[in-house]
């Protein structure tokens, strides 16, 4: 039985637009928040239907064993960020440290499931703690961490394609390519 | 007169003077006459030096043979802010080696935003066989081996607090280092460290100090260990939590209640990093004795928020992020009618679009309701002279306004006017008023209505303010009491600096940076000031290479007795008296 695919939507509306970038940065005053280039930037924002309709099909074709989280990611990029103000606004550098933006809640939907699911990002420390969470939400399917996957195709190939109900998390990011959950550190 | 001073056995008035603890008023004491000024000098126990350049070591032990306790204060205050470049100074070594020999019977070290090494702290519990207090705030410069060292020598420590300090953290084992037979401890503030410290240690070590009454600890502190902790110390009187996450399990939320529950004496409460909400109902039994809140570390929505906070009537001080929003600071003022001192923290400071709820409103409310309310810092995304002045007539008695509007120049948001009459109401109607920030869209005229009604102002700081040297020559001839002013981006110039010299010899410090001052003005104010050390910061490379007239990127000017320090970094340039004969 082929494993289904699992979809993570983005929420359409304006208040859980994000966009993850380096602290301190600061982008144009359209009010699109910042991306940064040189560095992967997982843009999550606004969705289209269409495009989850096209990537749920173009998954089936893929070769990955196990079904897919997707974590949908917003069309525009961001423009150019704006000069950075060193020590403006005066927050004390412990306080940015524990900076985080407005509760990053992410929907996740499950081919097979009946209903949706919402995760706050924010709520989770690591990618661990994410896919222990997301386990607890859809108890009848398992989330195989990256570090699992990648060790299981090394050794025994056979045995990762025979997990059939197991399922990698991916993610597609501003470019719109679908990325492996994990390389990128957490924050 | 003289002979009525004469007349009194000293020990009488080292005993009169003993009951005075203010420095000013022991400052007074000895300007009365030599013969006070001797018997004062000698009785003085405890001293602060609010800028460590100000003085040398030697100077204060030669005047005070005595001390007892020594408080002293490094770097800029936008040091904070990451504004003086690494490497700038606020060494304290070189105080500890000279008291290690003047104070064996030292007791209290107090620092502030000071470079302070493990060799500093070796030296400490090297040195001071009766040391008690070691206060380490917005320190930096050492590791948890300096702290193992203060662990197992001071015999008699009782208080180690390392508020917001950057220390090296090389393991949680330092905190094995307090022997077992060391039961004096009373405060411990730990919540800078990063890393895990052995729980049984700290559960030991707490069970055995029954003095104990404040202890903040870190995050890598779970919730679960948390129960226990309170259950060993229920005397505790402040306690800094640590981490809270953690998915709601029945047992541990339950234990935890009844530990708090316990702690019949709790006044102050802090910490909460990556707290739960559904963990918060564990506190609500101690809500009512509480004083003093800081969840400003927690991302915790205005909902919880304002259950929580309407428990607390007795509240003095709240510090909390913006997720309070206007809806919780309402509820706030309606719940605590106690309060004094308010502090929201801007949860998404970087963003430009409002993440919360939050606006001039909030501040407005709380002003209006709580009548005791005389501190605020407060950064929010809109303001308006209106709001300015009904805050202002609702509070007379703020000393202390710290207003941030996140986006630099921001005007009234109703009228696009800038927001002078409003920060003019401010200082109009609050006569108390010692420190004041401001922000947003200002022309020179808030300078003058500052300059007019600041006189009991001591603490100024400025960004992104004025239209030229008008603005700062309001400041500077106005404001009588001014003590401290930092200033940076503003139109300020050479003139108003160069005509209130004099202005500054009765100052602690001026900051100014990415201001109009040229080198040749810096020059000719180290030449004319002698009691002042003019430092031109400037990453750029020496003043000289370039015209004179160009501006430098940063200025502190300080008064001193001890001369120019000897310990400057290579981007720092004294302008002394040769400053102006010396050759390009």
């Not at chain 2, 203010?22 to 030096?49: G, P, T």
């Not at chain 2, 003095?316 to 509820?331: C, F, M, S, T």
């Not at chain 2, 503003?490 to 900051?511: H, I, Q, V």
Request: one cysteine or more; hydrophobic letters at 40%.
């Amino acid at each position: 039985m082929s494993p289904e695919n699992r979809n993570v939507e983005m929420p359409e509306s304006e208040e859980t637009k994000l966009t993850l970038g380096l602290p301190g940065d600061q982008s144009a005053k359209s009010g699109i928040k910042r991306g940064f280039s040189g560095t992967i930037d997982l843009n999550i924002g606004g969705s289209s239907e269409d495009d989850h309709e096209e990537q749920h099909d173009s998954d089936d074709d893929d070769v990955d064993v196990g079904g897919h989280i997707h974590l949908r990611s917003s069309e525009t990029k961001a423009p150019e960020a704006k000069a950075q103000v060193v020590g403006w606004p005066p927050v004390r550098v412990s306080r940015i440290k524990n900076v985080k933006k407005s509760c990053k809640y992410v929907k996740v939907a499950v081919d097979g499931a009946p209903y949706l699911r919402k995760v706050d990002l924010q709520m989770y420390n690591s990618y661990h703690q994410l896919f222990t969470a997301l386990d607890h939400m859809f108890s009848c399917f398992t989330i195989r961490n990256n570090l699992n996957y990648e060790r299981k195709m090394m050794m025994e190939p056979a045995s990762a394609a025979a997990n059939g109900m197991e399922y990698v998390p991916t993610y597609e990011d501003k470019d719109g390519d679908w990325m492996l959950v994990g390389d990128v550190p957490w924050k | 007169m003289l002979k009525m001073a004469n007349s009194f056995p000293e020990e009488v008035l080292e005993h009169v003077f003993s009951f005075i603890q203010s420095d000013k008023d022991r400052n007074s004491i000895s300007m009365v006459c030599k013969s006070w000024y001797e018997i004062e000098r000698w009785c003085r126990r405890r001293i602060f030096v609010g800028n460590c350049y100000a003085v040398s070591p030697r100077m204060v032990i030669r005047r005070f043979p005595e001390v007892r306790s020594i408080e002293l204060k490094g770097k800029p205050h936008f040091a904070d802010f990451k504004l003086v470049p690494e490497g700038w100074g606020g060494y304290v070594y070189p105080w500890i080696v000279a008291m290690a020999v003047a104070y064996p019977w030292l007791e209290e070290i107090r620092l502030k935003r000071m470079v302070v090494t493990d060799e500093s702290l070796e030296l400490i519990a090297k040195s001071f066989k009766n040391f008690k207090v070691l206060v380490l705030s917005s320190c930096e410069g050492f590791s948890t081996d300096g702290l193992a060292a203060i662990a197992a020598n001071c015999r008699n420590l009782r208080e180690l607090d390392l508020w917001e300090s950057e220390v090296d953290d090389l393991s949680g084992h330092w905190l094995s280092h307090f022997p077992d037979t060391y039961t004096s401890l009373v405060s411990l503030n730990i919540s800078c460290l990063g890393s895990e410290v052995s729980f049984s240690a700290l559960e030991r070590l707490v069970g055995r100090c029954p003095n104990l009454r404040s202890l903040r600890l870190n995050p890598a502190v779970p919730l679960e260990r948390l129960a226990n902790l309170l259950r060993q110390a229920p005397q505790l009187v402040e306690l800094g939590t640590g981490t809270c996450l953690a998915e709601l399990k029945p047992d541990v939320f339950s234990n935890l209640a009844g530990a708090f529950s316990g702690c019949k004496e709790l006044k102050s409460l802090s910490g909460f990093w990556e707290v739960v909400p559904a963990y918060l109902p564990a506190v609500y039994s101690i809500c009512p004795g509480l004083t003093s809140l800081n969840l400003s570390y927690a991302s915790i929505q205005s909902p919880d928020l304002i259950k929580l906070v309407s428990q607390c009537q007795n509240l003095q001080r709240l510090w909390v992020l913006d997720y309070i929003e206007d809806v919780g600071l309402d509820a706030l003022a309606a719940s605590c009618k106690d309060l004094r001192e308010l502090r929201v923290f801007p949860s998404d400071p970087f963003g430009l679009e409002p993440n919360v709820a939050l606006t001039e409103q909030g501040l407005v409310s709380v002003s209006e309701g709580c009548p005791k309310l005389h501190s605020v810092l407060y950064f929010c995304r809109q303001m308006s002279n209106a709001a300015l002045l009904t805050i202002a007539r609702n509070q007379p008695n703020f000393t202390c306004f710290r207003l941030c509007i996140i986006e630099p120049r921001t005007p009234d948001y109703l009228t696009l006017q800038p927001l002078d009459v409003g920060f003019g109401a401010i200082v109009e109607h609050c006569k108390d008023l010692q420190r004041l920030s401001v922000s947003g869209l200002l022309t020179d005229r808030v300078f003058e209505y500052i300059g007019t009604y600041g006189k009991k102002l001591e603490m100024l700081s400025l960004a992104f303010a004025g239209d030229g040297d008008l603005g700062l020559h309001h400041v500077l001839s106005g404001c009588e009491n001014l003590r401290k002013l930092e200033i940076r981006d503003c139109p300020f110039g050479d003139k108003a600096l160069l005509d209130n010299a004099a202005k500054l010899e009765t100052m602690r410090s001026l900051w100014m940076s990415s201001c109009s001052v040229s080198y040749g003005a810096c020059k000719l104010l180290g030449q004319k000031m002698p009691r002042l050390n003019v430092e031109v910061i400037d990453e750029r490379g020496p003043p000289d290479s370039r015209p004179e007239s160009c501006p430098v990127e940063k200025l502190y000017i300080y008064r001193s007795i001890a001369g120019p320090r000897i310990d400057m970094p290579g981007f720092v340039w004294m302008m002394d008296e040769d400053s102006a004969l010396r050759l390009s």
